[in-house]
């Protein structure tokens, strides 16, 4: 992923950030870009975040190969603020906002070259997950350290 | 789109079914089916409602023909209840819940056929949009009587 | 996927046939499914196929778990002959034409409910690899057996 | 699209180039790019092409404006020469190696950052249309020399 230099003011809080140009074969018939690419680029950047905070096996696309233990996406959405199209250039941000027991709220905001301005945000819910126990698991000590750390504050449970 | 015939108990409130094959290409390298795919889902099912009402326009995949209105998908989000794999037959159902000034809420389940249970719920925000105002318009009173004759119940404005 | 029953005679020959959906967000700008969408069609049948050979794990999506070889896409091209557009109905045929000393060609048709007629064909190169030793295997024996069964006559080596 | 300085020599004979990273969620179940994103890359390195010639159409995403005859894709193939995975970037090249009485042939390289190899070629058949008249349309001498003087050279009709 490109390294992204100078992000927004917008983007100030997010420690992960990617940068992708806009495909022409992701609009759709309304000649923008469909509703779903926004989520394919959440996707990319939760894995720039889990990198960043070393836990981003390339194979499993994240936390997986630590203790057997990994994220499941719970739950996504994302709040549309401006149509993007062919051609552009998206800055797509991920930051960390909460970390309860064993869930985790990543929030999520792309914005748009074109418009120089934000282009649709939203929330994610990470869960980790025992796949040996089947079930979910307290969020390890260290991953809240690694996070906190890029996060540079505490992240109090909630 | 297959006529979905014998519907699970738990769309029983969905009048607009469709059911789609999971394609083992809309797995992702978890080996399950990757979660924008769910959004893909959703679509087809809204583009079905509106189809229901008669406000589905083949070209626009909506309202858009109407009055120079249409809508716009202003927010959705996906509720992740178990991991679905290749092979499996979905069926997906969208129902509107909720009719405001100028917005609606939507409800789209999906439910699979392997697992004889709900996957995924997930719920999106419909703005009418009026493009020659440039602005969100009140929803016409023609697409609350079609809705609230498809729902089988009146909408209150909330 | 969708049992087909009553194949167009132009797919007498394909014994792997399944049917989709043609989805409104197939669609590009232009309006008409994007070419991208066939090569998600082909790789369905070609999964089909296999299956229907009894060579089909659903995880690998092919033949690899059998003896630790499986097949490798080498090439895949498609000849676009008819533009399709939601909504329409697709039934999609796989039939192998060519059993080579590694490598193996499958012929691809795409068959559309609303034109009633072919919208596309191409051509893949399977190529049957050994991941153990990293190079390309001889056809295995049995695969041979059991395609020339599905196909109904011998494929002479070319 | 990023502008791609210093092309690895593979591509010097490609003058529209594009540069893409790689999603972790253009993976599939097999664990490496999945083949029907290759033809995604070539499409926009396709409309890259015509963008460089001054015949781009953002929204038609090509030559469509044009005296109402627009390019049409009729054939497209892809030779897979080397597994792509997240993270890489690869560079997309686009050229036009011939120009027919109504149709072009293009061919497409895809250059992987990782491998520092190319990871898979291909060749598109663009073939002018008269929408109006509804069929194939001799190429315009304004596409052929605005053709040719991207490419540095004469291509005879063949």
Known sequence: MMVVTNPPPELALFPALIQLPVQWGDQDAFGHVNNIVYFRWFESSRIAYLERIGLGGKQAGGLASVENVGPILAAIGCNYRRQIKYPDTVIVGARITRIGRSSMTMSHMVWSS?????????????????????????????????????????LEPA
């Open 114 to 154: 074109t418009h120089q301005a934000v282009a649709a945000d939203g929330e994610s819910t990470v869960v980790v997950f025992d796949y040996a126990a089947n079930q979910p698991k307290r969020v390890p000590d260290l991953y809240r350290a690694l996070i906190e750390k890029l996060e540079g504050r505490k």
